[in-house]
């Protein structure tokens, strides 16, 4: 029996060489300077999306709400379109028609106001007019 103990140590042992080689190697590798820095790195990302970010978002709804006026489609952050039609500045209040049929209006706070749609973009049915695919039969 002692002879078949010593040929399974002879056996092993060159796994176990292996294992004390690849174990040196880890130690002695450098890390990289890219290794090094990556920490750095995710914390500058962290602190822009954090801190950076919500600064210039909130300077382009400032300059949104400043350059609001009369006549402008808008959108609430409750989903209500309407056109603006008074602006009270000072007390942070703007008007809003809602419904041509009717004219009614409500008023919201300034703050309200998600954004502005333009008047670049032409809707269907004024693009459709434009092009004289208006139906001239319908008499509604």
Known sequence: M????????????????????????AKAADPGILQLAMPFLLMGALFFFLFLNPRNREKQFRSMLDGLKANDHVV????????????????GRVTLRVDDSTNTKMTFNIT???????????TKKSADS?????????TK
């Open 112 to 122: 309200a106001i998600e954004r502005v749609i333009s008047d670049d973009a032409p």
């Open 2 to 25: 002692a002879g078949s103990s010593a040929l399974s140590l002879a056996a092993v042992e060159p796994f176990f060489a292996a294992l004390a080689l690849l174990a040196a190697d």
């Open 130 to 138: 434009k092009s004289g695919n208006a139906k001239s039969g319908d």
């Open 76 to 91: 609430t952050i409750g989903g209500v379109h309407g056109v603006v039609t008074n602006i009270q500045r000072e007390h």
